[in-house]
């Protein structure tokens, strides 16, 4: 394949990553199932902790299959399961379990599945680039909510709801299939004609191709984890109250503060791409000490910070670094173990998201309650990010221990 048709791939990527971020929307419709059905926000929001939580357990599956099948099968598989979800949940009137059923469960598999594809097979497309071709892949996952949330409260107000999920669903099915249709793997051993890595590339690779049970074998897998565990929880703590921090640190109304929180959003999709092409030149381990440090400092200033404008722009930054996150990591895993089995060596590694969209909210969330301010949550985490650099100063390729 010439360089041309792999950017041609890596726009398929990007455009299905961009149809699969549309779940970052779900707030759109969490308001209009609550009035119409009568079902609490908490018990609307669940839906969406489902879909995020199997989307990190079906990616570590989807993983393991494309190792066996290639990517094809699984990113057609991904998006017909998205697909189908969405339109599903158009049959959820009075029926909350129906809701988790198919926008949580089934949505979520697909999700999972759909998205581990692009990002694996990506980066072995482009061994020359790999920080910036993953952060450009997930950068349009990170961008999908820009274009679905208008569309879709533009879709509810005239067709209401349900038959939002129906259109959409449809929307996303062919969307997914289609830029599906064209993954798949270069040869064994391909690489970019001329290219050869540098000294500095070179010394942060793994010398080999680990299996997933060789990976999970070294402290370096479980480092990853927690590397991207600890940016996931810091990233979605201010996401899961961006709005209310907005409020009452800025004094903003609602409108306002939700003005803000669509601008700071965008940082999510831009942080993605820029701290992942930043990796390829800083190195992965340097870029996640950075974005640590950045944070160690914004979220200190977060709760002292009164001016609408400044607070916006520390919180897109925060959410830059958020991204970044998502960007980088599927780079440092190939770098590390090898770009073989990157799929479910990464994959398995997405867990740590899940498990951060559950403690970084719930931990902010129990400290505002608690304490009747965000102050000492904000604080908290600033600390936890100081003592989180310790950790990409220390790690290094398990194969030899460069550093």
């Known amino acids: 394949m010439s360089t041309t048709n792999r950017w041609g791939l890596a726009a398929a990527g990007f455009l299905m990553q961009m149809a699969l971020g549309a779940v970052y929307a779900w707030s759109v419709f969490r308001v209009p199932l609550s009035k119409q059905f009568h079902w609490s926000i908490s018990e609307v929001t669940l839906t969406f902790t489902i879909c995020i939580f199997v989307l990190g357990v079906s990616a570590f599956f989807g993983g393991l299959w494309l190792n066996k099948k290639g990517p094809r099968i699984v990113a057609l598989t991904g998006g017909f399961l998205y697909g189908l979800g969405v339109f599903l949940a158009s049959f959820s009137a009075g029926k909350l379990w129906w809701l988790y059923l198919s926008y949580g ?39 999908g909510a820009l274009v679905t949330a208008p569309l879709a409260t533009y879709l509810i107000q005239r067709v209401g709801v349900l038959q939002t999920f129906a259109w959409l669903g449809i929307v996303y099915l062919v969307v997914t299939m289609a830029t599906g249709y064209f993954m798949k793997n270069p040869p064994e051993g391909w690489k970019p004609a001329g290219w050869v890595p540098s000294a500095t590339l070179t010394a942060q690779r793994a010398a080999k191709d680990y299996t997933l049970g060789g990976a999970l074998k070294t402290w370096q897998w479980w480092a990853l984890w927690a590397l991207l565990f600890l940016n996931t929880s810091a990233g979605i703590s201010l996401i899961s109250q961006e709005s209310p921090i907005f409020q009452e640190i800025a004094k903003v109304s609602v409108i306002a503060a939700a003005g803000m929180v669509g601008i700071a959003s965008i940082g999510n999709g831009v942080g993605r791409i820029f701290w992942a092409w930043t990796s390829d030149a800083l190195t992965r381990r340097w870029t996640f000490l950075a974005m640590f440090l950045v944070q160690v400092g914004l979220f200190w200033m977060l709760p002292s910070l009164s001016t609408a404008s400044v607070l916006t722009v520390v919180s897109f930054i925060i959410l830059m670094c958020y991204g970044g996150g998502f960007g980088t990591m599927p780079a440092f895993a190939a770098d590390y173990f090898g770009s ?5 060596i990464y994959g398995l590694m997405l867990t740590a998201w899940g498990c951060a969209s559950a403690f970084g909210p719930l931990l902010i969330a129990h400290l505002r309650q608690s304490s009747g301010s965000y102050v000492g949550g904000l604080h908290l985490i600033a600390g936890i990010m100081a003592v989180s650099v310790v950790l990409p100063a220390l790690v290094s390729p398990p194969a030899s221990q460069k550093s």
């Open 105 to 143: 469960l089934i949505e979520g598999i697909g999700l999972g599945l759909g998205y581990i594809v692009p990002v694996t097979a990506l980066v072995k497309w482009f061994p020359d680039r790999r920080g910036l071709i993953t952060g450009i892949a997930v950068g349009g996952f990170g961008a």
């Open 340 to 344: 073989k089995n990157v799929g479910p």
